[in-house]
């Protein structure tokens, strides 16, 4: 019973890590009203700062990602740590392919 026990995960400063990857995640992907505006500029519209959708999505990746590796015994740092990574790749692979 008492490994049962030691192999539990619980709350913490882990658990962070996906609500910040869910968050990014909904400031770039999610979009609202006709389509052309995500979730995140249209929050960052409403306190006056422009075209900084990608960089807060980004930031809150990174953030997410350190999270998920300095607390990996709490629930959900694994995941979000997995979701940070991808979604990570993800931008920076249609970057690169906006750029060129």
Known sequence: MDRLRSKRKSLGKGTLS????ITAI????TYI????RSVGAVVLNS???????SIVS???F???L???????HHIGARP???LSIFFIALITVLTILSIS
Not at 66 to 72: L, R
């Open 47 to 53: 306190m006056n700062i422009y075209g900084a959708t």
């Open 66 to 72: 350190f999270i998920g590796i300095k607390y990996p």
């Open 58 to 60: 980004i930031i809150l």
């Open 62 to 64: 990174i953030i997410s």
């Open 18 to 21: 996906l609500i910040f990857s």
């Open 33 to 36: 009203g006709d389509g052309r």
């Open 80 to 82: 979000g740590k997995v």
């Open 26 to 29: 909904m400031c770039s992907f």
